[in-house]
C-alpha cells in the first residue's frame, strides 16, 4: 500500500492489568476510580499525569488521596480548582478531584503502548483491579495481536480485548457508546441491562441492584442517569 492509501482506523476496548501499578494499588484498598488524560514521561522515567480521583462518597475520597500521597511512586500531587473542566466534561461519579500528580513513570504501562502506535481514543479509567483502556491504531488487526502479546510479554501484562470496531465508519444504530461511560457508570447500566431493570415489567428493582452492588439506591439512581444521559448523547 502506498504512503498516500488510507489504512483503516481501529478502535480496540481493553480491560488492562499489569504488575506495580500504583494506581491499582489504590483503586483496589478504595472505591475510588481514577480517570488518566495524559501522561508526560521525562528523561529518567518521572512522569506527570492529570487525573481525576472519582467515588460515591468523600470519605473514599479522601482516603484514596491518603494513599496516593503515601505511596512510594508518587512524588507531588497537586490539585486543581473545583470546576477546572468548566462544565465541559460531564462528571464521572458523585465525587471528583482534579489533580497533576508527579510519579515514577517506570510504574505505568502507557509507554509500552504508545512506543508501538497506539493512541489514546479516550481517558484511561482505572477502577478496582484492572485500567479501561480505548485505544486508536491504523496497524492490521495480525499485527494489533501480535503488538499486544509484546506488551504482555514484555511488561508481564494481562490484556483482554473487549471489542475491535472500524473508527473509519460510523457504528450501527444499535450500538451504544459504553466506552463514554466511566468504570462505574458501566458496571451499572450494564447490570440494570442484564437483570430486566429495563423490562416491562421491571424484573429487578433499583434497590435489590443497589443492595448487590453495596451502594444506596439513590447512588444507584445517580449514577444510572448519568450513564444514561452520556449513552442517549444528552450530557
Known sequence: ?????????????????????????????????????????????????????????????????????????????????????????????????????????????????????????????????????????NARRETIQSLLDEIRDERDATITVESITSASRAEGSNSLPLDRLSHRQREIFQLARNRGYYQHPKASTAGELAEELSITTSTFHEHLHKAEAKVLDLS
Open 1 to 137: 500500500m502506498s504512503a498516500t492509501e488510507s489504512a483503516e482506523t481501529l478502535r480496540l476496548t481493553l480491560d488492562v492489568w499489569h504488575p506495580g501499578c500504583w494506581v491499582l494499588d489504590v483503586t483496589t484498598q478504595v472505591d475510588v476510580g481514577f480517570l488518566g488524560y495524559a501522561i508526560y514521561t521525562r528523561e529518567g522515567g518521572r512522569a506527570s499525569t492529570h487525573y481525576t480521583v472519582y467515588g460515591d462518597e468523600q470519605d473514599a475520597i479522601e482516603e484514596g488521596l491518603s494513599l496516593v500521597r503515601a505511596h512510594p511512586a508518587v512524588y507531588s500531587v497537586s490539585e486543581m480548582a473545583h470546576g477546572y473542566r468548566n462544565g465541559h466534561s460531564p462528571t464521572p461519579a458523585n465525587t471528583t478531584r482534579d489533580l497533576l500528580i508527579e510519579h515514577d513513570g517506570k510504574t505505568q504501562i502507557s509507554d509500552a503502548f504508545t512506543a508501538r502506535g497506539f493512541v489514546y481514543g479516550a481517558p484511561v479509567d482505572a477502577f478496582g483491579e484492572t485500567e479501561h483502556w480505548t485505544v486508536l491504531s
